[in-house]
Structure formats: structure tokens, C-alpha cells
């Protein structure tokens, strides 16, 4: 049984397939966290509760002779403020009086078998019978809160999720002004944070520190999880590396603002939490309602970051990315951007697809400015109605002759946008976010609309459905160019203005989860500005979401480096583009480490180059399955080596690998040496390429020699291996 209740010490046993999580009710009801880490056969948990006296000031509980117990230094599984423990707080209730104490006490608790929704939030998708819910209920017996804590474990993963309900069952009105998702408390602090940093063209790097005493802390408070922080953190125990030594890894499915906060102590343990960020947060519980935090993934392992990333890449190919497309190779797409920018009109586009077919693409994306009278980024977000002095002939002719030069048609929108330059806003002034009496910030030429709205909701789906459903169009391209700012709402009363930034990614939500239910048979792509919205809770509803507007192949690595810390590369929207700083071959070998496709105007190619293009995408489709559904091994980090950069793909039945290489900068004294990983030591291996025959010994412990074989700048080389 994964979750068992010892009844007789009151611990709580969480079993993933090599995991134990543990945590213990206390006599008086309080919540402790006792153990999260490697699988532990045994129940006797509750030594590891004491942390020893002295807290500095703390409240004394001498009434419980049998657990002396001071909240300021025991670890808590859901931390409250204002009641004793004086670290960072993962719950904060201000009740009707106003003040802002809060202690919850455990009430009762149930097994399920059947993983819960959450209410309007994305969330990691259960199948029958793999995997098991502990819901526990606690109380706040002042405010009459009821908070429920919710842990999922999965049954054939090293994987675990947390969520948490408050509900007020009271008479009175109360405020939540902290509801994070989970609260882990780690014994020590001999970990190295690693988190993804950035900004728009440079998203996702990775970047490391040793947690130190006190605060850290990453955040968004951008109303999107941002180009800037990822809602994702890695706890590496000091001295674990890429394949050896254990790592924590929390990735929060949410879209919005988010914060991963660390606090440590001065006896050296750390208390981690991750959530929705509580600045511009409060959210207005009336009696009887409830609200329901996103959910945090957890992941734990004691084989090192790679296998944290696979292990991740793992969960959300099987449980979040939405059914077909987590199993299916996804179209090889020309997209009209960077080949044409605004400049285009029926014609030009038919020109791009009859030339992408014969190259065997298959699939061409009409990017921004087909729609109201948009030929620059200051107009028409929100009149999305097509522009037929562009489309001459009108929407369905173009994708007639299009689908006549065989491929398919794909679109782009940005659903949550208005122009102030647009029929919309003319006739709706107060449908986009802003706050009365205050100038809107504009950006990029565009204000932000205001999703928590129904009608202004409704009235997006119904005039896209209208492009959509009478349109063949297979691919929606979803994008989101700007964070919000003056973020009011002009239906919210003043007591719950500050809700509407998580009100604005509900009815995100909401608005995707209409799509994509009306719309099943099309394909859609998420995008802000490249990867500002690289989230799990955009991937539960978009398999796919554009990396990054960054296409420079070489750039292209770290970003894909760093999102591949937990996103499964089958995410990736990856193009080669028109950036002759690295040949033609590299580019598409580091797009392949992705959803493939095309961003450049393809009648400028040479003869040579349309050869090579068509080469690379048979390639494409001899690999993908193996690049979909294999694991990934990170040889050599773009950020760990300025020369080169390496990494693999093994199937799962280790009879296939693929290994790509890039030369960044290649020193004169070059000496090239690759250790692969993953193989099966006892397998011969054939190099495709020269007919070689390697052990899987071989091709790990001594390496492929690569210092022949490749020699300048920008250079590629990729490598299959296929075992007999
Ligand atoms: C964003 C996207 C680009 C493109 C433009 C169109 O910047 O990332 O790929 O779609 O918008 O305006």
C-alpha cells in the first residue's frame, strides 16, 4: 500500500516506488513533517521529530509530557503564522476581527483512490489504479477555517504531489493572505538551490547557490510565470552531480505569480515552500465558500539532477501532457514570423508552403497580422476577424490552397490581449484590466484583458470559435506578449481587487480549457514573447510551448539546457531559423532536441540547403519516437563548458541511442573525448555512421573519440547507435 496510518504513533507513511514521506500528528493535533527522501521500511519516524531545546523565545507547550514541542524549531507540515512558529509561513488567515493568528489541528483524514480535480486549476491527470490520495483535514478552531491537505503519490514513479483547500465554515467573513501549495522541511542545509533564471531571449539558465542562513527566495509577481523565474527549484544535497547524489526537485503547475521561498535557521534546517506569491495576494473567503491552491510537484531521487530531470520528463509525459498528443509525432511546421514578420498576404503564404512541401514540411503556421488591420504590433488585438485585404479571398481559400499544396494550416492568436487601437476596446473601454483615475502602462502597444471577466471571456471564445469552426485549422499558436500591470477589475468590489491576479490566470485557464474541449483535433502551441509562459499549467493544456524567441542555435542550448531541468523535450518549440552564425546541420540538430520545424522564408534557401532541409526532416522522423519518448541524458552543459556541448537520447529499451555534440568554441588544442550514458555495459552497439561495433561498456567508461571530427566554430556532429 503506498499511504498507510500507523493509528498507534499517528505517523503517516508515504510510499512512492523508491520514496518514503512521512509526517506525524501530534497529541495536542498539530501537523509535524518527520521524513522525505530515500524508501524506509520502517515506522519508527518519531525520534526525528526533537531538534533539541533553547529556541530563542519560543512558547513552551509543557503540557505535553510525551512530545515537548516548541512551533518556532519543530518542523511543521503546514506552517501558520502568528502562533509561535516565527519562520516563513505557508498559511495566514486574517479572520473577521482582523487579526491575523492562525493554527490548524488535524481533524480527521481519508485514503483515496481516486485522485481529486482541483477546482479550476490544472493538474497532474491519474489513470485508474495509479495512485493513491491522502486528504487530510485540519482545523482552525477560532477562525473555523477548514484547510485540507492533499498528497497524491504515484505508484510507478518517484513522484508525489501536494495541494492544499481552505474552506471557511464559519459565520463570518475571512481574508487568505498566504495559501502556499506545500511546506517541506529539510534537516540540514547542505543543498545547492538551482533554479531557472532569465529574461525574454534568454530564458531558463541555469544557475546554482548554497543555501545560505536566512532568505531566498524566486518570484514572480509579473501576473505569468515570467522569462525571468521559473516556478521550478532543485535542492542538490553539496557534492551531488549530474547522475550521483540525492536532489529534491519542485516544479509548481501554475501560470501566474508564484514564489519559492527558503528560509534557513540557525540550526541549519531549511524550510522550503512553494505557491502562489502572496504580494498583490489576498483572496475573500465568504461562509461556505472554499479556494483551492495549484498544485506542487515533488520529486525526489538519489541519483542526481539528470535523473531528477528524467524522472520529471517521465510524469509529465505520462500524466500531464494532454492525450493524443503526448504519444504522437507532432507536424513538422514552417511558421511565417521570422520569414515575414507582418509582411505578408495570401500569395506570399501559399509561395511558403509550396516551397516547404516539397521539402517534406509538413504543416505552415500563419503567424501575427492576419486579423482586424494589423500590418504593425499597434493595433487590433481583440478584432479577430480576418484582414481580407490581406487574405484576399478570405480565410478558408488561403487554407484551401494551402491543404492543396499538402499541408496543413495553422494560426496565431493572442486571446488575452486588446489594442487600444481596436474595434474591442472602442466598444469596451472597461474590459481591460485597469485601475480607475490611473494612466494604463502600455506594452508593447497593448493592454491586457480582463480574463476574470465571463462576458469578456465568452466574447473571445465566440469570435475565435468562429475562425476555428469554420475554418480547417489544425494548430493554434497561443501567444502572450505582456505582463499586467494596473491590475484592477472593473466588476471586482474594493475587498477583492487583490484576487485578480489569480483570477486572471483562473480564467486563463478556463477560457484554454473551453478550446481545448471544442476543439480536440487541433494542436495548440503556447507562447509569450518565446517562453515567457513555460509553465506545467500551460503544458496540461498545450503539449508544445515556444522555447524561446531566441533562435540563435548556439544561445538556443543553454535555454533548452535549463528548461530540460523538468520539462520533457518533447515540449520544446524549437525552429531552425535564418541566423547563418552556425551552418544549416546545427541548427536543425539542436532543433531537434525539440518539436522541429521551420522560421525562415523558404524560397531564399539554395538547392543545396533545400536538400539538406529535406534531409533533416526524414531525420526527424527516423529519430523522433526516440527523441519523444527516450531518456535524456545531459552530457556536457552548455553553462559547465564554453567549448562544447553534448547530450543523448536512449529508448527505453536501451537499444537505441542518439547522441548530438555542438562545438561552441573550439580551442586549437582541441582534444574531444564523449562519455555516453544510459547504455546497457553488456550490449554491442553499432555506430550507424561507420559500421563500428562498440560495447555499451566501451561507449561509457571510454568514450567516443570526437577530436577528429569536428573542427570549427558552430560545428555539429550527432551519433546512432543501435544495439544488435
Ligand atoms: C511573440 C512570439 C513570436 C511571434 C510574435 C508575433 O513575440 O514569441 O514568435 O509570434 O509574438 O507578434
Known amino acids: 500500500m503506498a499511504i498507510s496510518f ?56 509543557p503540557n505535553y509530557v510525551n512530545t515537548p514541542y516548541s512551533p518556532d524549531i519543530t518542523p511543521s507540515e503546514y506552517s501558520c503564522n502568528g502562533t509561535g512558529d516565527f519562520r516563513i509561513s505557508a498559511l495566514q488567515i486574517r479572520n473577521v476581527n482582523g487579526d491575523i493568528s492562525t493554527d490548524i489541528r488535524y481533524v480527521s483524514h481519508r485514503i483515496l483512490t481516486e485522485k481529486p480535480a482541483l477546482c479550476g486549476l490544472p493538474s497532474l491527470r491519474s489513470e485508474a489504479g495509479d495512485t493513491e490520495t ?57 543543498y545547492d538551490m538551482v533554479h531557472l533564471y532569465g529574461q525574454w531571449f534568454k530564458e531558463r539558465t541555469v544557475t546554482e547557490r548554497p543555501l545560505a542562513h536566512g532568505m531566498q527566495s524566486i518570484q514572480s509577481k509579473r501576473g505569468s510565470s515570467s522569462h525571468n523565474h521559473n516556478p521550478f527549484v532543485a535542492l542538490k544535497q553539496h557534492g551531488t552531480t549530474e547522475e550521483n547524489g540525492p536532489v529534491y526537485g519542485i516544479n509548481l503547475i501554475y501560470s501566474g505569480n508564484f514564489a519559492i521561498d527558503i528560509e534557513v535557521d540557525a540550526r541549519n534546517t531549511a524550510r522550503v515552500l512553494a505557491g502562489i506569491n502572496p504580494t498583490d495576494f489576498n483572496w475573500h473567503l465568504e461562509p461556505g465558500e472554499s479556494f483551492t491552491s495549484p498544485e506542487a510537484v515533488m520529486v525526489f531521487t538519489d541519483k542526481g539532477v539528470g535523473e531528477m530531470s528524467r524522472i520529471f520528463h517521465r510524469t509529465y509525459m505520462k500524466h500531464l501532457i494532454k492525450s493524443p498528443w ?35 514540411v509538413d504543416m505552415l503556421v500563419m503567424d501575427d497580422g ?16 480576418v484582414n481580407e485585404k490581406k487574405l484576399k479571398g478570405g480565410l478558408s481559400k488561403l487554407i484551401e490552397r494551402v491543404n492543396a499544396e499538402g499541408l496543413k494550416f495553422g494560426i496565431w492568436y493572442e486571446p488575452e490581449m486588446i489594442s487600444p487601437d481596436s474595434d474591442l476596446y472602442r466598444a469596451h473601454p472597461d474590459w481591460c484590466l485597469h485601475v480607475k483615475g490611473r494612466e494604463n502602462s502600455p506594452a508593447r502597444l497593448q493592454y491586457v484583458l480582463d480574463m476574470s471577466r465571463e462576458d469578456v471571456r465568452d466574447n473571445i471564445f465566440n469570435q475565435m470559435s468562429a475562425v476555428l469552426a469554420n475554418n480547417k485549422i489544425d494548430y493554434v499558436k497561443w501567444d502572450f506578449n505582456r505582463n499586467l500591470t494596473e491590475a484592477g477589475s472593473a ?27 471544442a476543439f480536440p483535433h487541433i494542436l495548440f502551441e503556447n507562447c509569450s514573447g518565446g517562453g515567457g509562459r513555460f509553465d506545467p499549467g500551460m503544458l496540461y493544456y498545450s503539449p508544445q510551448i515556444w522555447c ?85 541524458y545531459r552530457l556536457i552543459a552548455p553553462t559547465e563548458d564554453h567549448f562544447r556541448c553534448a547530450w543523448q537520447f536512449v529508448s527505453p529499451d536501451k537499444q537505441e541511442a542518439l547522441v548530438t555534440s555542438v562545438i561552441m568554441r573550439r580551442p586549437e588544442t582541441a582534444y574531444f573525448m564523449l562519455k555516453l550514458r544510459g547504455l546497457d555495459p553488456n550490449k554491442m552497439y553499432t555506430d550507424t555512421a561507420t559500421g563500428e561495433v562498440y560495447s555499451g561498456a566501451l561507449l561509457m567508461y571510454a568514450g567516443i573519440n570526437l577530436t577528429e571530427q569536428i573542427y570549427d566554430d558552430g560545428e555539429s556532429i550527432v551519433k546512432y547507435f543501435k544495439a544488435e
Not at 371 to 384: T, Y
Not at 495 to 506: A, G, T, Y
Open 491 to 517: 466588476l471586482l468590489p474594493a475587498n477583492r481587487q487583490k484576487e485578480i491576479m489569480h483570477r486572471f490566470v483562473l480564467g486563463t485557464y478556463d477560457l484554454m480549457n473551453r478550446f481545448v474541449t
Open 370 to 385: 492576419w486579423f482586424g488591420v494589423r500590418n504593425l504590433d499597434n493595433c487590433s488585438l481583440g478584432d479577430w476577424y
Open 548 to 632: 524561446s524567441d531566441n533562435t540563435d542555435a548556439i544561445e538556443r542550448l543553454t535555454i533548452q539546457f535549463g528548461s530540460s531541468m523538468c520539462y520533457p523535450v518533447s515540449t520544446f518549440g524549437a525552429h531552425v531559423a535564418a541566423r547563418p552564425r552556425t551552418p544549416l546541420s546545427t541548427r536543425a540538430n539542436v532543433a531537434m532536441c525539440g518539436t522541429f520545424g521551420y522560421e525562415l522564408d523558404p524560397r531564399k534557401l539554395t538547392e543545396d540547403e533545400k536538400e539538406q532541409v529535406r534531409a533533416q526532416i526524414a531525420d526527424y522522423r527516423k529519430y523522433n519516437k526516440l527523441i519523444r519518448e527516450g531518456d535524456l
Open 326 to 360: 503526448r504519444d504522437v509525432e507532432r507536424p513538422v511546421l514552417i511558421n511565417s514570423w521570422e520569414a515575414a514578420y507582418f509582411d505578408f498576404d495570401d500569395d506570399k503564404l501559399v509561395a511558403f508552403a509550396h516551397e516547404a512541401a516539397k521539402m517534406g
Open 6 to 61: 500507523d493509528a498507534s504513533k499517528k505517523i503517516f507513511k508515504l510510499d512512492t516506488s523508491d520514496t518514503t514521506y512521512a509526517l506525524a500528528v501530534h497529541e495536542a493535533g498539530y501537523l509535524f513533517h518527520l521524513y522525505y527522501g530515500p524508501y524506509l521500511p520502517d515506522n519508527n519516524l518519531l525520534p526525528m521529530l526533537f531538534r533539541g531545546g533553547f529556541a530563542s523565545f519560543h512558547p513552551n507547550y
Open 134 to 190: 491522502l486528504e487530510i483535514t485540519a482545523r482552525d478552531h477560532t477562525t473555523g477555517a477548514v484547510v485540507k491537505l492533499y498528497y497524491t503519490v504515484y505508484l510507478q514513479l518517484p513522484v508525489m504531489t501536494r495541494s492544499v483547500v481552505v474552506e471557511n465554515d464559519s459565520q463570518y467573513p475571512m481574508d487568505l493572505e498566504r495559501v502556499y501549495s506545500t511546506c517541506l522541511e529539510l534537516p540540514g542545509m547542505d
